[in-house]
């Protein structure tokens, strides 16, 4: 099945970055929610996982796209320019 044949370094590299990502994120939630914390707590946890889960998001969606068999670049510049706009739109304004 040549139509597929292209698609297994994509594979390859999704699954296993995945994988690891999900088990890195598990681990550090594992490892904060053990400690002991004042009223803010809650607060602070999901101050933590939320952008680390999004930044773990945009590198394993990055690089997905980059190994994929793509027949042209544009498409390709084209996608990472919309992550690009989406990682801007995220990103908050400085506080005076």
Known sequence: MKELSDW???YVIVDSSAGALIGLQF??????AHVVVGRSGSQAGSAFSTPTVVHFTAVLLLGAAGTAPWHQTASLAALWCVLGLAG???QKPPRP
Do not use: E, G, K, M
């Open 88 to 90: 801007i739109a995220y």
């Open 8 to 10: 297994q370094n994509f």
């Open 27 to 32: 681990v550090l939630i594992s490892l904060i």
